[in-house]
């Protein structure tokens, strides 16, 4: 005969251990180290983070672009094969003569993961205007690696109306 405490205590830990939650295989996107050569930044993840930014200051949330995120990789790529952050000003230039007028960009190197990137932008006046700018609805953002670069990771983020 069985002892019915025991029966009992084997389907407790049965019934517990379905219901514990599988394991993790890799960290959240917004943490995951960028600093390799397979490694780009999920748009989909910063797209929603900068949206949720700038819907609690108002503003309206974005949409991805694919044309911006091809923008975005062309100047992040173009950063590190030069292994020097491009400067906005140009960059905004080129954008308005492919079709993008009123584009704005963030343009920045060093940051090796997505949330110091979100970070030092929101904590620098300039960059934060950026992800602030009204009117903005669509956005592009990319990341380029460069192996012997002191920045090693080359971000790239253009927003336009």
């Not at 380029?144 to 002191?150: D, N, R, V």
Request: with cysteine; glycine share 8%.
């Amino acid at each position: 005969m069985t002892c019915p405490v025991l029966v009992a205590g084997a389907l407790a830990l049965l019934g517990v251990a379905g219901c514990t939650e599988p394991a993790r295989q890799s960290q959240p996107a917004f943490y995951r180290d960028l600093g390799s050569a397979s490694a780009h930044v999920d748009e989909n993840e910063a797209r929603a983070i900068i949206s949720a930014y700038r819907l609690n200051a108002g503003l309206n949330a974005l949409a991805l672009d694919p044309d911006l995120v091809a923008a975005a990789q062309q100047e992040a790529s173009a950063m590190a094969a030069a292994d020097k952050p491009a400067q906005a000003e140009a960059v905004k230039a080129r954008l308005a003569r492919d079709g993008q007028p009123g584009a704005e960009v963030n343009l920045s190197a060093g940051y090796r993961r997505l949330a110091e990137a979100f970070s030092g932008w929101r904590d620098s006046p300039q960059h934060d205007r950026v992800m602030k700018a009204p009117g903005v609805r669509r956005m592009g953002i990319a990341t380029a690696y460069a192996p012997g670069s002191k920045y090693q990771v080359y971000w790239a983020l253009i927003m336009a109306p």
